[in-house]
């Protein structure tokens, strides 16, 4: 088990540089999810970890030491690929045991290891099976099963559910959860499903154009989000903005104006914000909900309506032709074309300048208790 | 179980389409299977029946007989017409437009036969002595042995040195990679006879001629190997390579147990072809080996057509002997040819 330090890793193609300097401290023990969109380099710097691509420039440290110009072999992490990458040639058991054998493990000690993996991941009865035998959740478990039992440092994951259907994610994301309570070990564990990162991870890493966007613990970027994008990208349906511009702010919270001419308050720190100025406030759907006609918050009209029963979500078109989602639970009478009054609650509220940063907030409205 | 032996396309009886399918293919079975057969039976005939014209598709050998005071046995007729019509005799000699008769029954009376008048007798005799022969007069076993020594020796390290080229061709990115691709795919163009002096040359200079190894070396690298291999090798993804280093292999094991066992397909293919050319080869072995004891079956079958007389009978039978291993060993890949051409072509 060990620690994993980033310093200024640089990952060039040629003259294009896919990955900008990323400095990241990954604690002993700690999950860390790297999240972003596709081709934000995610997996390249995944890569790079494992040493399956060179590190253009920067350091790599495990454990406290240097390892960039080791092999992948050497670096003493497991890796656990998208598409399985079980040797289809060799049965289950051989698929297990291949990475001990290579490291001249006494037979008998990889009789054991690879019984107490199968034990573990529930792969008894297919030990003897070839690979295209099993349905994909057990392939998912041999692949993890190889990772295990070489007790690896450092364990990697690479979009390791994305070929799965959507019950069977939900099962091994707790399989994997649970394994990283059991056994303890660092995770590094790479998505594009905002999902899997926020249920997931002890710390997720957004990433976006080869830079880190922000890492923190899941319900801190939900709550802080520092930029348009971490907050665009994190939750789900995704986040409402709305452009509005400033009448006035100030240390205490802002007063903002929204293109139909309605005036909202946000409770975060103005200071910097001028009368005037083009801000984006933007309000999660399920902080949005249908209020009296006269009660402040955003004029919109339903343009369709998903009830689900226990939830009901209602996609409206807003101020300035906007589309806003609203997340509510239970039921709702509103139908399509109704105009309908979304109330903002201010301290739920949150503000972005034209570049993309965020304004403090001063209250967390959900931190409650 | 023979229902795709007589399938057809019409519901009632044949439609026009399946004559023409039947013809074609029937034509195509003629064409191909008839020499072969042809070949197979006149191995059975005795020298004597190969010699007759006009040919007789069965090995019908004509009938001889030894005849008391005669030391060479005499073949049999029945006269069909004139004085002696529907007796069986044999022939002593054969003057002008006349035969000179004996009855085997009374080998002292002479009788005289107009030629017209009389008729081979035949029987179906298979002549098994034709391949005894070849094992007791010819040296078949050794020719056999060399023969089957080049071509494994010749195939193992085909498929070795191939599959390392195509491993890293289609596996490690390199400068002048597509260079090198190219430069192999390229000699694809040259022909054979080009290269046959300066390589002569280069063998005859380390010692290798009338050896078996300056037959072997020179076959090794073959461009449609190498095509072959790393068309395959593509298809392989690189996933699993990764997973293999992941999983401390190194890169000679992930060649071995990963890439050599998942292009099995593709292999047989190449051991298919390679078997083929190497025991078919006849140009270059002619050229390298020039004593006998070092020849192959190919040069063998060659040196026994001689200046002034050939053994046809025996040249046949071993012909055909020396067709068995090779139709042997297609038989039982032949499956792995369509699927790993189909498969190295496209993804």
Redesign the interface.
């Known amino acids: 088990m060990a620690g994993l330090s980033l310093k200024g890793i640089v990952k060039e193609y040629g003259a294009v540089r896919v990955i900008h300097g990323v400095d990241l401290e990954i604690a002993d023990g700690e999950f860390c999810v790297f999240v972003g969109p596709s081709g934000c380099g995610k997996s390249t710097l995944l890569?790079m970890i494992?040493?399956?691509e060179d590190i253009t420039g920067g350091d790599l440290l495990i454990g406290g030491d240097r390892v960039n110009d080791q092999?992948?072999?050497e670096r003493g992490?497991?890796?656990v690929?998208?598409?399985y990458?079980?040797?289809?040639?060799m049965s289950v058991r051989a698929n297990l045991a291949?990475?001990l054998e290579?490291?001249r493990m006494p037979r008998a000690e990889i009789d054991a290891r690879v019984a107490e993996a199968a034990r573990m991941l529930q792969l008894e009865p297919y030990l003897d099976r070839k690979p295209k035998a099993l349905s994909g959740g057990q392939r998912q478990r041999v692949a993890i099963g190889?990772a295990v039992v070489?007790e690896p440092k450092v364990f990697l994951f690479d979009e390791p559910l994305s070929n799965l259907d959507a019950e069977l994610r939900v099962t091994m994301r707790g399989e994997i959860a649970a394994l990283h309570r059991r056994i303890g070990n660092t995770m590094i564990y790479v998505t594009h499903d905002q999902v899997e990162a926020m249920t997931m991870a002890d710390r997720i890493v957004v990433l976006r154009d080869g830079r880190i966007e922000q890492q923190g613990a899941p319900i801190e970027l939900y709550n802080r989000p520092a930029n348009k994008f971490v907050a665009g990208f994190i939750g789900s349906p995704r986040m409402n903005f709305i452009a509005c511009e400033v009448v006035e702010a100030d240390g205490q919270g802002a007063r903002l104006r929204d293109p139909s001419g309605r005036e909202l308050v946000a409770h975060v720190d103005g200071r910097g914000l001028n009368p005037g100025n083009k801000v984006d406030l933007g309000v999660r759907p399920e902080h949005l909900h249908p209020v009296a006609e006269g009660e402040p918050g955003i004029a919109a009209t339903v343009e369709n309506v998903e009830q689900l029963g226990g939830e009901s979500y209602l996609y409206c078109r807003g101020p300035d032709g906007v589309e806003v989602t609203v997340h509510m639970s239970g039921q709702t009478a509103l139908g399509r074309g109704a105009p309908v009054v979304l109330g903002v609650q201010p301290d739920l509220c949150h503000v972005f300048r034209q570049d993309g940063v965020a304004q403090p907030r001063l209250r967390l409205g959900e931190a409650v208790g | 179980m023979f229902g795709w032996l007589i399938g057809r396309r019409g519901r009632h009886g044949f439609d026009l389409t399946d004559w023409m399918a039947f013809g074609f293919l029937g034509l195509g079975v003629f064409l191909m299977l008839g020499p072969v057969l042809w070949l197979v039976l006149s191995s059975f005939k005795t020298e004597a029946a190969l010699q007759e014209y006009p040919p007789k598709f069965l090995p019908l050998a004509p009938i001889e007989r030894m005849v008391e005071g005669f030391d060479q046995p005499l073949q049999m007729f029945t006269v069909t017409a004139g004085e002696h019509a529907g007796r069986e005799l044999a022939q002593v000699r054969r003057i002008g437009l006349n035969a000179q008769m004996v009855d085997p029954a009374n080998p002292s009376e002479r009788l005289n036969v107009a030629i017209s008048d009389r008729e081979p007798l035949r029987e179906f005799g298979i002549a098994t002595e034709n391949y005894t022969d070849v094992f007791s007069r010819f040296n078949f076993m050794l020719y056999f042995w060399n023969s089957t020594f080049i071509t494994v020796v010749a195939t193992i390290l085909t498929v070795l040195f191939n599959s390392m080229a195509a491993f890293a061709l289609a596996k490690y990115k390199f400068t002048g990679r597509n260079a090198v691709f190219v430069l192999i795919i390229a000699t694809l163009m040259i022909p054979p006879t080009i290269t046959l002096v300066p390589l002569f040359l280069v063998i005859s200079e380390m010692g290798m001629v009338n050896s078996h190894w300056g037959v072997i070396w020179p076959a090794i690298a073959t461009p449609t190997g190498v095509f072959l291999l790393r068309q395959y090798m593509l298809t392989i993804p690189d996933d699993l390579l990764d997973a293999a280093r992941m999983d401390n292999a190194s890169e000679w094991k992930v060649y071995w147990k990963i890439v050599l066992p998942l292009s099995a397909p593709a292999l047989a293919v190449l051991v298919i072809f390679s078997v083929m050319w190497r025991w078919n080869e006849f140009l270059w072995p002619l050229i390298v080996l020039n004593r006998s004891e070092v020849f192959t079956l190919q040069l063998a079958l060659n040196s026994f057509q001689g200046e002034l007389q050939t053994s046809w009978s025996n040249l046949l039978a071993m012909t055909v002997l020396t067709l068995l291993p090779i139709t042997i060993v297609f038989a039982f890949l032949q499956k792995y040819i369509t699927q790993g051409i189909a498969q190295s072509g496209v993804k």
């Open positions: 890569r494992a040493g399956l092999r992948a072999s992490l497991a890796m690929f998208q598409t990458a079980l040797y289809p040639h291949f990475g290579n490291i190889r070489r």
